[in-house]
């Protein structure tokens, strides 16, 4: 059993520590607002008065607050006691803020790792958990067993940036499927059709064309996109436009789509109407050397 301390005691942070006590570890919980940790203390944990005082009293630090900010605010005032430690920061930020932590931690002479954590706080501990860690490895091998009990543990190397890079590109392609299906949902609700009745339909279409991303993914590292003969870019672009056209036939607004059209016509107007539509990631990427 590990002695740990969190930080921070929003809806995520008190999830975290419900499941660490579960597991019979020793927890010790702080919260920059007094109250929080009423219902964990009642349930076994120790509150500290202060974040020095619970990291002093633990061996490994969870963090878990409003933004980075407010992470390094803490860090600084903690840091004589974090010199030997391990911080473990699940806040979500972007890679560059991770990584200027991660430097402000090295200064403490401590152990840095970033999280990003999959999951809602109900989640945490069941099967679909998972927590995506990137910084020192020494620190996620010495705590990895601990932490596989909040979630699948994905360690992605030593970069600390990386967990939040992935946690924010998986995110990505959530707010992408959402988008897709709030438009879609939009054009059936024109008629007054349900949007669960129309979604049985819409999975069972989405599932197929999710066999599509292993081929694009391929084209997409090889930088090559080749010749589509079957549904090249410029059938995709005529079919997009369709869809628009159809949008605003129906008086749905068109915000979500618009921008994909846009990139569509700018790609296939370039002369490369005859590739896949993969080809579309070019305008996107960020360019080689930069």
Same mark, same amino acid.
């Given at each position: 059993?590990a002695?740990?301390?969190?930080i921070g005691? #929003?809806a995520?942070?008190q999830?975290l520590?419900?499941?660490?006590?579960?597991q019979g570890?020793?927890?010790?919980?702080?919260?920059?607002? $007094?109250? /929080?940790?009423?219902?964990?203390?009642? @349930?076994?944990?120790?509150?500290?008065? &202060?974040?020095?005082?619970?990291?002093a009293?633990?061996?490994?630090t969870?963090?878990c607050?409003l933004?980075?900010?407010a992470?390094?605010?803490?860090?600084n !005032?903690?840091? $004589?006691?974090?010199?030997?430690r391990?911080?473990?920061?699940?806040?979500?930020g972007t $890679?560059?803020?991770? @990584?200027?932590?991660?430097?402000?931690?090295?200064?403490? +002479?401590? +152990?840095?790792l970033?999280?990003?954590i999959?999951?809602t *706080? *109900?989640?945490i #501990?069941g099967?679909?958990a998972l927590i995506?860690?990137?910084g020192? /490895?020494?620190?996620?091998?010495?705590?990895?067993e601990?932490?596989?009990?909040?979630?699948a543990?994905?360690?992605?190397?030593e +970069?600390?940036?990386l967990?939040?890079?992935?946690?924010?590109?998986l995110?990505?392609?959530?707010?992408?499927?959402f988008?897709?299906?709030f438009?879609?949902t939009?054009?059936? !609700?024109?008629? #007054?059709? *349900?949007?669960?009745?129309?979604?049985?339909?819409?999975r069972n279409?989405?599932?197929?064309?999710?066999?599509?991303?292993?081929?694009?993914?391929e084209?997409i590292d090889?930088?090559e996109?080749?010749?589509?003969?079957?549904?090249?870019?410029?059938m995709q672009?005529? &079919?997009?436009e369709n869809?628009?056209?159809?949008? @605003?036939?129906?008086?749905v607004?068109? +915000?979500?789509?618009? $921008?994909?059209? !846009?990139?569509?016509r /700018?790609?296939?107007?370039s002369?490369?109407?005859?590739?896949d539509?993969?080809?579309?990631?070019e305008?996107?990427?960020?360019? @080689?050397? /930069?």
């Amino acid at each position: 059993m590990a002695n740990i301390a969190i930080i921070g005691l #929003g809806a995520m942070g008190q999830a975290l520590t419900a499941r660490f006590l579960q597991q019979g570890h020793t927890v010790t919980v702080w919260n920059r607002t $007094p109250g /929080k940790g009423a219902s964990l203390v009642a @349930r076994g944990a120790r509150e500290a008065r &202060s974040a020095a005082d619970a990291i002093a009293a633990s061996d490994v630090t969870v963090m878990c607050v409003l933004d980075y900010s407010a992470t390094d605010s803490i860090i600084n !005032d903690a840091a $004589p006691t974090l010199s030997g430690r391990a911080l473990i920061n699940l806040t979500n930020g972007t $890679p560059a803020q991770a @990584r200027a932590t991660a430097e402000l931690v090295a200064t403490l +002479d401590a +152990d840095y790792l970033d999280g990003g954590i999959m999951a809602t *706080p *109900p989640m945490i #501990g069941g099967e679909h958990a998972l927590i995506l860690y990137s910084g020192s /490895k020494a620190a996620f091998d010495a705590h990895a067993e601990t932490l596989e009990g909040l979630g699948a543990a994905n360690y992605l190397g030593e +970069d600390a940036g990386l967990a939040s890079l992935h946690d924010l590109a998986l995110l990505s392609g959530m707010y992408g499927l959402f988008a897709g299906f709030f438009h879609a949902t939009a054009l059936v !609700d024109s008629e #007054g059709i *349900p949007a669960s009745g129309f979604l049985t339909l819409l999975r069972n279409w989405m599932t197929a064309m999710l066999g599509e991303l292993a081929g694009y993914a391929e084209k997409i590292d090889s930088g090559e996109h080749g010749v589509n003969v079957v549904s090249n870019l410029g059938m995709q672009t005529a &079919s997009l436009e369709n869809i628009l056209t159809a949008t @605003r036939e129906q008086g749905v607004a068109a +915000d979500l789509l618009n $921008p994909m059209l !846009d990139l569509f016509r /700018k790609r296939a107007g370039s002369g490369f109407g005859d590739e896949d539509i993969s080809g579309v990631f070019e305008l996107i990427r960020r360019q @080689r050397g /930069k």
